[in-house]
């Protein structure tokens, strides 16, 4: 960002005028920020964005340690959603398999989702209290013995009960990886990193779509993804022992601005105290991008399979070219956010989104459908490439590792019905496809909770914050500011209430 020295209105206080002061914003290419000077005053500012740079610059400003932190963080990230999509991707075999609704199976995702965002708070606050590092590692150790107890479930309620413990473990991930990954990221080059790390999930997607290619469509070959997914679990789990804590984890330690457990306690009821809006506005915005992710991806197999009539490996095909599109996508127009803004790069991706579902659901064959399934992830993925990197900007300093981590899981939580919801509303309502067949409308209801999800993310979008080019830097691990003002205030009363002494007694020996 480079500063123009014009000044700006503060930045609004309050609900109502917050989002009045963003929607305007919206529309101005300057960007307000909160400028600092070596007294420690603060005003406020336009500042122009920086010119858009050559990515492969961007990514040469990453030193060989920078990209070993970003690379470990992206792999636990895809290990997780490989992990994940293992069993969105295999709904009808698992439905074979346990002789039960497609609905039913999907019961095991809705679980999945809503317990990750207790994994989210408790790993998240571990990261903050006691490193990125060693909370990161038991987390995907177990989440490997998870994968493992998921073959080894003989009935669909053990299938379940471990599903729910699997959620737990891999809500851990998300806060300590992109925290990991994007801390030690140069301020010009987040938004090109951020779209690349969230694309981890979309290629967590494609690694278990081809897997799952590579087994065929019999019953039983669902077992063998879950070994390759306890593979890249065990994997990333014993990578990260290999390399150090954070930097900014060690400097913060080093410097003496951690903090004992039970600050770090009062702190986190002082963030939520001071920081609730914003946590509900992030929490919010996460709820409808889980449901703009899941809707559109996690029934696409069953939908090519079902609706459309495709074979195994011409609908897994179709499902590897549509999360190919997601990676592109998200890593393009991550980029792009460093440029033209987080809040216009996510509403612009949702609205051609928007615009192309008729084109999403309506085509017939492998072929069509793949190009289609491209561009609706290239737009959907697109958009939550600038997620992470706007979640950790927003997010207050002390908690770069626990916000964006419970504000992504909560937002999940949420939304974790919305397979559930998918698959109940389509094999209650029927279509007849191209064949003259009756078959269940998995394509409508997916384009018609896709619309609806895309409004709701533009509104929310334009009537939130944005804090674009905000450093990470010197920030204090385990607390927050309000601490240091409330210790300040206390001396401040100490000292008042000292003064008033001194003076009562000088003026008695005046009397006297």
Sequence with gaps: MATTYEPADPVAKGIIPTAK???????KWKQRVVVTNELGETHAEWQEPAPLRNPFSLMAMLSARDWVYFFVGWFAWTADAFDFHALSIQTVKLSNYYNTSKT???????????????GATVFGLLGDRYGRKWPMVANLLILGALQIGTIYSATFQEFLAVRSLFGLFMGGVYGNAVAMALENCPTEARGFMSGILQQGYSFGYVLAAITNLGVG?????????????????????????????????????????????????????????????????????????????????????????????????????????MKTGAVVGGTIIGYFSQWVGRRRAIIGAALF????????????????????GFFIQFFVQGAWGVIPIHLSELAPPAYRSTFPGITYQLGNAISSPSAQIVNAISESHFVRNSAGKIVEAYGPTMGVATAIIVLGIIVTTALG?????????????GANIHREERRDEEKAIDVASLDEKKTSVEEKETRA
């Excluded at 002061?21 to 529309?27: G, P």
């Design 104 to 118: 039913a199976i999907t019961t095991a995702i809705t679980l999945t989702l809503l317990l990750r965002s207790v």
């Design 21 to 27: 002061q963003s929607f305007s914003d919206l529309f």
């Design 217 to 321: 469509g019999e019953t039983e070959t669902w077992k063998i993804v879950f070994w390759v997914g306890a593979a890249l679990s065990f994997a990333a789990g014993l990578l990260r022992c290999c390399f150090p804590e954070s930097k900014q984890f060690i400097e913060a330690r080093a410097s003496g601005k951690q903090i004992s457990a039970s600050d770090f306690w009062a702190e986190t009821k002082d963030m939520l105290a001071n920081e609730w809006r914003m946590s509900i506005y992030c929490i919010i915005l996460m709820t409808w991008f889980n449901y703009y992710s899941h809707t559109s991806q996690d029934s696409y197999t069953t939908f090519c399979l079902v609706q459309k009539g495709l074979p195994n490996d011409g609908a897994t095909r179709a499902s590897i070219l």
């Design 353 to 372: 989104s928007g615009l192309i579902i008729p084109a999403w659901i309506l085509p017939e064959g492998e072929r069509a459908l793949s190009v289609t």
């Design 465 to 477: 914050p944005e804090r674009r080019g905000r450093e990470f830097e010197g920030g204090p691990i």
